[in-house]
């Protein structure tokens, strides 16, 4: 059952309580901590990602065949995707210039997201 919620939204951001919550609404009996372990699992699995947004913000998501970083909006929250083709040969340049090999892990970028801009 918390598989399929992830499932069902894939490109959304979900918290271990958005979870709970959708998984409650079919299945009343599960607590909160059978959410956080199995969540644990689909994570340590590879099947699902963690990610933390800042400010206590954790989400997850059904792991993708192609991996993406996201874009957080300072101002009102929203979340976007952006792959790597997008970042470009950051990370060669990141490993040259500091002598780190960098793990495949995604960047979380902030700033002002396109709606925010606009409207000043």
Known sequence: ????????????HLSAHDVC?????????????????????????GLALRTD???????YE?????????LVCERC???RHVHDEVLGDLRARVEAGSGYALAG??????GTCPDCRRDG
Do not use: K
């Open 1 to 12: 059952m918390i598989w399929e919620v992830l499932a069902a939204e894939p490109d959304a």
């Open 62 to 70: 059904p792991a993708h065949e192609h991996r993406h970083h996201h």
């Open 21 to 45: 919550e959708r998984v409650r609404a079919v299945v009343p009996s599960v607590t909160p901590s059978t959410v956080y372990r199995t969540l644990d699992v689909l994570v340590e699995a």
């Open 77 to 79: 929250g929203a979340v």
């Open 105 to 110: 892990r995604e960047l979380t970028l902030f």
């Open 53 to 59: 947004l800042g400010e206590d913000r954790v989400f």
